[in-house]
């Protein structure tokens, strides 16, 4: 537990990373994997991951994103784009996957399908949205937490047009909404923000025990 509270303080928000460093195959897997293992409500995964590598694709991104240079400096972009038409066909691919996954007949997880689908049908499309954006928020910290545990540098990002990125990914024609993204890769030695002390609320001011 300290190695892991030890590399949570290591990690900050890069603000310029080294270009010329890239992650590798081996430890890119292992963040997919983190992320593909994250938590999610139900364990549906409304959303999907998208890792941009494409130079000329982050350059039309970077633009949509104010011109931070991380969106192209970083060795990898996280896009998590959260699913606009979750309902009762997202809730049967997952009946299916948990069939096969613990060989159980789909019958068994009537019960549970039909109140997913019930509990999704109860939210106008707004709150639906809202929902599923969420969980991308979930898969965030898990990429971060991850990361962190590799000593690979992240920048969780709002600061971007969502409907630019979603035209120029095409996620107007997948239901995809790009709800929250990161940028991953190695700090600068010249990043002056790795060196200040991390500031975060102290325990009585942030935790309230009843």
């Known amino acids: 537990m300290s190695t892991l509270l030890d590399n949570l303080n290591w990690r900050y928000a890069t603000k310029k990373f080294?270009?010329?460093?890239?992650?590798?195959?081996?430890?890119?897997?292992?963040?997919?994997?983190a992320v593909r293992l994250s938590a999610s409500s139900y364990g549906l995964q409304p959303y999907k991951v998208i890792i941009v590598e494409n130079?000329?694709?982050?350059e039309k991104l970077k633009a949509a994103a104010y011109g931070q240079t991380q969106i192209t400096d970083a060795s990898h972009l996280f896009i998590f784009a959260n699913d606009l038409n979750a309902g009762p066909e997202s809730?049967?691919?997952?009946?299916k996957n948990i069939s096969e996954t613990r060989n159980l007949p789909t019958d068994a997880l009537a019960g549970f399908s039909d109140m997913m689908k019930g509990t999704i049908a109860n939210l106008s499309q707004e709150a639906?949205?809202?929902?599923?954006?969420?969980?991308?928020?979930i898969a965030l910290g898990t990429l971060l937490s991850a990361a962190a545990e590799l000593k690979i540098d992240t920048t969780p990002m709002e600061g971007f047009n969502p409907a630019s990125f979603n035209e120029i990914l095409g996620f107007d024609k997948l239901g995809l909404n790009a709800s929250v993204i990161a940028t991953v890769g190695?700090?600068?030695n010249e990043d002056d923000?790795?060196?200040?002390?991390?500031v975060r609320k102290?325990?009585?001011?942030?935790?309230?025990?009843?």
């Open 186 to 188: 190695y700090r600068h």
């Open 18 to 33: 080294d270009a010329t460093k890239k992650i590798s195959s081996e430890d890119l897997n292992t963040l997919k994997e």
């Open 193 to 198: 923000a790795q060196h200040y002390k991390k």
């Open 55 to 58: 130079p000329e694709i982050r």
């Open 91 to 95: 809730v049967d691919a997952y009946i």
């Open 128 to 137: 639906k949205n809202i929902w599923t954006a969420k969980q991308t928020y």
């Open 202 to 210: 102290s325990h009585e001011n942030l935790f309230i025990t009843i």
